[in-house]
């Protein structure tokens, strides 16, 4: 056989070269297909890298490697820890403190919307603090409002600012007031 080989060559054949193999870049719309979603990111290594969440490793290559790293049992069984997993802001203990945290800020954008409504002045806001946690003393909420006159001046600010930019100070006290209004 190696003969054969060498006949070939001396014959003037030509030797069969072999096709280059070309690097694909990561694409960022392979992120949104069903298969890769949620675990599929681009690496910081680089355009022709992609990182899997599941494992916390970067790899190298394009869409054919990706499927094979799907396929993989190291994905698979990090994949399977990770379902198994509950994420913190899914306990109960979390998500209940966000709901209430959100609660209380609704509640200080109101009082500070009652403030600004009635044309009250600010130093008001913490007497009326006071009240409402007295008068609700059951209501968790109402235990964690923490608005002074300082708060409900910046909140007042920064609804001014957001809403009203550039405009007469009759036309912006009669926006906030209808804003105010919308709140309750």
Known sequence: MATSGRRDFEQGEPSRKKAKAYDQKYLT???????????????????????????????????SEIDRHLASSKHRNSAASLQSTRTLTSMPAVSGQIQLDKSVKEAEIRLAAFITEHNLPFNVMGHL????????????????????????????????????????????????????????
Not at 34 to 61: E, I, M, Q, R, V
Not at 131 to 148: E, H, L, R, T
Not at 158 to 180: D, G, H, Y
């Open 29 to 63: 719309r392979w992120e949104a297909y069903p298969k890769y979603k949620g675990w599929l990111a681009a690496s910081k290594k680089g355009t022709l890298y992609f990182y899997c969440k599941s494992c916390n490793a970067d790899c190298k290559g394009g869409k």
């Open 129 to 184: 603090v006071d009240v409402v946690k007295a008068a609700c003393d059951d209501s968790q909420i109402a235990k964690n409002v923490s608005c002074g006159r300082t708060k409900c001046t910046a909140i007042v600010k920064m609804f001014l600012e957001s809403r009203v930019a550039k405009t007469s100070v009759n036309s912006a006290q009669t926006e906030v007031l209808s804003a105010c209004r919308r709140i309750y």
